[in-house]
């Protein structure tokens, strides 16, 4: 019988145990964050109803839908669409989420979740067919403030710096400004001032002259001037707090949108400062556009400082209605999205991300077969005092135990011979640092736990 040859799929990410356990401290870290501003875990199965995910047919979604049968299902000629699909983002599930549960949530609804999600992407490198998202939300009940705009960059700040992959910035802009100063050129129609969005937010990928040669073109036919305006907008940059309050007053007046956009900012930029995050951290971008027909008004792209190439890290913004396709309740909200498997392998492409250390501390050495209770005990000692152990069970020369531990990570290896029983010492060898001491049996426990604070502080 021919063997099946052992393979995944193009476009998931299975790591090896020391890159899952980075993988997986990334997970922490964000976690945390999330949990220290307030935000409540919610999960969602990852399988939907169809009717449900796909409420807007037809689109790139929805083409991109893994739909899901059961092998029963099969052999039925079923027409029609599958009943259910894998969740492709977040945000539709929790639009449902939000809408079956209303009556038991208390508004405004903070929650982060971070889960799973599938796209049917093309096979290309960098793109992920199942990947994480970390995202988090507040969603208010007929009204959100926007001064909850202004935490979510705190929220950012926080994490990024926390996972320490170098200097950033959460950039911000606001889709009622960018509408109004449409409006204030001429361009009125608001399925119009869509499709210049959507050519704007090209600028950086295709650069200021390709922009302005689509915008004059056929398919535009804007006059050279406007198209200028509009270029000269976008390319607007802050370099401080009070920079981008001077280069928004700097625009001029405008249509009632304009105006509106351009106080939001101003007091979320104000804001920002208040939350405590530095001014070399976040600045305005009057590029961003994100999202395109979602979002309505604050929105943010985070990006590396020296890494330019990795594009946004961490993205979102404000949304009017988030269920309105399941409830006739108004509820607004703001959010962001952090894709992490995409990040996760950007940054380790880049060479940010350093080996994991193992999250086992100790390797319990195994030197005579007839001393193995002796060995578990000590073990069941150090597990009880909160130090990660691992006991050898089938023995073998001691130099490939230590080799074992070496290549699985495991710093720290304690060796029970005869001699140490006898004397009721322990050795402990650091295989990082080359080197190895006797410790008194009882003193064993609190000496481990010194070496293990000072690996860490070490790094």
């Given at each position: ?5 052992a ?21 922490d ?10 935000f ?13 995910l ?21 052999g ?44 049917g ?191 946004s890290?961490?993205?979102g ?17 703001v ?7 995409r ?23 195994q ?52 001699d ?9 060898k ?8 006797e ?21």
């Amino acid at each position: 019988m021919a063997l099946t040859p052992a393979r995944t799929m193009p476009g998931v990410l299975e790591l090896l145990p020391l890159d899952q356990i980075a993988f997986q401290r990334m997970l922490d870290v964000i976690r945390r964050n999330y949990e220290r501003f307030g935000f409540l875990a919610i999960e969602t199965p990852v399988i939907e109803y169809s009717d449900v995910l796909l409420t807007k047919s037809g689109g790139e979604t929805e083409r991109q839908v893994y739909f899901v049968q059961s092998t029963g299902a099969l052999g039925k000629a079923d027409e029609g669409m599958p009943e259910l699909a894998l969740r492709f983002d977040l945000t539709v599930p929790l639009a449902r989420y939000v809408a079956e549960h209303e009556r038991d949530l208390s508004f405004p609804f903070r929650r982060y979740q971070m889960q799973k999600v599938y796209r049917g992407e093309r096979a290309q490198r960098g793109r992920f067919r199942e990947f994480y998202q970390c995202d988090i939300d507040v969603i208010g009940k007929d009204s959100l403030s926007v001064r909850y705009d202004a935490e979510i960059p705190a929220v950012i700040y926080s994490v990024f710096r926390e996972l320490a992959i170098g200097p950033f910035t959460i950039q911000l802009n606001n889709r009622k400004l960018m509408r109004g100063y449409f409006e204030s050129l001429g361009i009125v129609d608001g399925e119009q001032q869509m499709l210049v969005l959507r050519e704007v937010d090209k600028l950086d990928k295709r650069g200021a002259d390709y922009v302005r040669d689509t915008l004059t073109g056929e398919a535009f036919g804007l006059s050279t001037e406007v198209a200028t305006s509009i270029l000269a907008f976008v390319q607007v940059r802050s370099t401080s707090l009070q920079d981008a309050f001077d280069k928004l007053d700097a625009l001029g007046a405008g249509p009632e949108a304009m105006e509106q956009g351009r106080n939001e900012l101003k007091e979320v930029l104000g804001l920002i400062h208040a939350f405590g995050v530095p001014e070399t951290h976040y600045a305005l971008n009057l590029s961003i556009a994100r999202g395109l027909d979602y979002y309505t008004g604050t929105v943010y792209e985070t990006t590396l400082n020296d890494h330019p190439q990795i594009g946004s890290i961490c993205s979102g913004g404000r949304y009017e209605n988030l269920a309105g396709q399941y409830t006739k309740s108004h509820l607004p909200g703001v959010g962001i999205s952090i894709g992490l498997t995409r990040l996760y392998w950007q940054l380790r492409d880049a060479g940010l991300i350093d080996t994991a250390k193992s999250t086992v501390d100790v390797l319990v050495t195994q030197m005579d077969e007839a001393q193995l209770p002796a060995y578990l005990a000590l073990a069941g000692e150090l597990r009880g005092a909160g130090i990660a152990t691992e006991v050898v069970l089938e023995g073998g020369k001691l130099g490939k135990q230590f080799k074992y531990a070496d290549r699985a990570g495991i710093r720290f290896v304690v060796v029970l011979g005869e001699d140490e029983l006898a004397r009721g010492v322990v050795t402990v060898k650091d295989l990082r640092r080359e080197d190895q001491f006797e410790v008194a049996r009882g003193e064993l426990v609190k000496t481990l736990r010194v070496e293990l604070e000072q690996a860490a502080a070490m790094g």
